[in-house]
């Protein structure tokens, strides 16, 4: 579970397992929404306070800025709110994107944070030693089964202490030339397989930037359209890695199959 800091006025809202990383973005966001508050005079900077009558001068602008967000922050800290998790927005269910790198600290906080609250966790990868490795590093003990979905013609590679028949984990090795329509299909089964176990399952979806770069949009738009069907037909809480840098343009077709979008950033899940 993490802190989460919630705008009035705006869909800006930040995330983050650090109560001091949520603040201080916070506190960045109401400083910035307030900048025409801010007066700089010289080597002076003056500020007032739009929601009371505070106002302050420091020769110290580093110092000055910091006192101005720090204000602020005190009439907004009641919008900070703890023990919450991202998916709460969507009622646990639903589909997410996130934009980040699939390879990066912000996607592996992202797949904790979204993974963990699957007793099925399935995943689709091409780097599904990494996946595995992460479960162990980071979870308190396994999911009560794991299925890795993977093109990855030696998938365990790389993989360190660990043995794949002593923990609850099933590696599903695709035909590298399998279309869309079987991709579907494929995950569709293994989640027929896992619905009589009656757990929670969640989901995750890395090689989307891979589908959009190589596919047509509108058939990946399908693709992404039947899939998240099947999965909310489940209660799936499932989420799916994008390029931000690469997939700008291509998420604004794309967002409509999306029930929620966020930037993973380091420690902080974003959205504006």
């Not at 990066?104 to 906080?109: E, F, H, I, M, Y």
């Not at 003990?141 to 984990?169: C, F």
């Not at 890395?206 to 949009?217: A, P, W, Y």
């Amino acid at each position: 579970m993490v802190y989460r800091w919630r705008a009035r006025k705006s869909n800006f809202t930040v995330w983050s397992a650090s109560r001091s990383e949520t603040v201080e973005r916070a506190k960045t966001h109401v400083a910035k929404q307030n900048r025409d508050q801010l007066v700089e005079s010289g080597v002076r900077l003056q500020w007032s306070c739009p929601y009371c009558e505070v106002a302050s001068q420091s020769h110290d602008k580093t110092k000055g800025f910091e006192d101005f967000k720090d204000h602020l922050f005190s009439h907004k800290k009641p919008l900070l709110e703890s023990g919450v998790h991202v998916a709460d927005d969507i009622d646990g269910t639903g589909s997410v994107a996130v934009m980040s790198k699939v390879q990066s600290q912000g996607a592996d906080n992202a797949r904790i944070h979204f993974l963990s609250p699957g007793n099925i966790v399935i995943i689709v990868t091409t780097h599904p030693a990494d996946r595995i490795q992460l479960l162990k590093n980071k979870f308190n003990e396994w999911p009560e089964w794991t299925v890795v979905m993977t093109t990855k013609s030696d998938p365990l590679s790389g993989l360190s202490g660990i043995e794949l028949m002593n923990i609850p984990v099933e590696v599903v090795e695709l035909d590298k030339k399998m279309g869309l329509g079987n991709l579907t299909e494929t995950v569709s089964r293994v989640i027929q397989e896992q619905e009589p176990k009656g757990g929670k399952i969640t989901f995750e979806f890395d090689v989307l930037t891979e589908l959009i770069t190589k596919g047509q949009l509108q058939r990946v738009f399908k693709f992404l359209h039947l899939l998240n069907g099947r999965l909310k037909k489940a209660n799936v809480l499932s989420h799916y890695f994008v390029d931000q840098e690469r997939m700008t343009s291509s998420m604004n077709v794309l967002d409509p199959v999306f029930n929620m979008q966020i930037k993973a950033d380091g420690k902080l899940f974003l959205r504006k």
